[in-house]
């Protein structure tokens, strides 16, 4: 069975600065997706960021960046020089490989509630 | 292009009345979920609609639960004799095909008195 487990309940830093927010993940499938979205107060999830499991290469997107690393099931987002817009819940998510035939919904994570103070 | 629209936003029943959500996925998309979101869940797959194919409907909570989609577009899910502890918002969502990035709705926020 799946499952990601985030750790960090919340998380509150001060603006401008890096903040990680951790994900780890459990699956029994070689192949399988990888996910983050971010739920602002408006409560609608914002896809982020997508990962195959093949594909271990760190990602970077503006002041977002991703770790991915198999050897210890995770897949971490780091937010550089945080904004109070950043301020939202983020949740990390996996899927299983779509061609097995099984179901293919996202498991979530907990979320982690990101506080950016001013 | 319009993304997933969700209706109604809000949701407001009294325990025991049957209610139904409505999902107006991303054009083109054929693969339909459903999600719930609630405060001692966190998020949890319901159902998912794949083009013709029967749905999988592991992870409706119980026989109270059932949804559709016709013509492979718009889905209605319907909850029948409401509880409180269905109270939860409902999340839609679409991907262009089956495994690809969903893209979600802003939800149906259901209370039940």
């Known amino acids: 069975a799946q499952k990601v487990t985030q750790a960090q309940t919340e998380i509150s830093v001060v603006e401008k600065e890096d903040v990680t927010l951790d994900c780890v993940y459990e699956?029994?499938?070689?192949?399988?997706?990888l996910f983050w979205y971010k739920q602002p107060p408006s409560g609608e999830l914002v896809f982020l960021i997508r990962?195959?499991?093949?594909?271990?290469q760190n990602e970077i997107s503006g002041r977002y960046s991703w770790n991915f690393q198999k050897s210890t099931s995770s897949f971490n987002f780091t937010i550089t020089a945080s904004q109070v817009v950043d301020s939202a819940v983020y949740f990390c998510?996996?899927?299983?490989?779509?061609?097995?035939?099984?179901?293919?919904?996202?498991?979530f994570g907990s979320g982690t509630q990101l506080t950016v103070l001013p | 292009g319009a993304g997933v629209s969700q209706s109604p936003s809000n949701k407001v029943t009294e325990k025991g009345k049957d209610v139904e959500l409505r999902c107006d996925p991303i054009?083109?998309?054929?693969?339909l979920y459903w999600y719930r979101q609630s405060l001692g869940q966190g998020l949890e797959f319901l159902i998912y609609?794949?083009?013709?194919?029967?749905?999988?409907k592991s992870g409706l909570p119980s026989d109270r639960f059932s949804a559709e989609r016709t013509g492979g577009s718009v889905s209605t899910l319907t909850i029948q004799r409401t509880q409180q502890e269905d109270s939860a918002v409902y999340l839609c969502?679409?991907?262009?095909?089956?495994?690809?990035?969903?893209?979600f709705g802003p939800g149906t926020r259901l209370l039940v008195l």
């Open positions: 054009s083109g998309h054929t693969a």
């Open positions: 969502a679409s991907s262009s095909l089956a495994g690809e990035t969903q893209y």
């Open positions: 998510a996996l899927s299983e490989d779509f061609s097995s035939g099984s179901a293919r919904q996202l498991t």
């Open positions: 990962r195959n499991s093949f594909d271990e």
């Open positions: 699956t029994r499938d070689t192949t399988y997706y």
């Open positions: 609609f794949q083009g013709n194919s029967a749905p999988d």
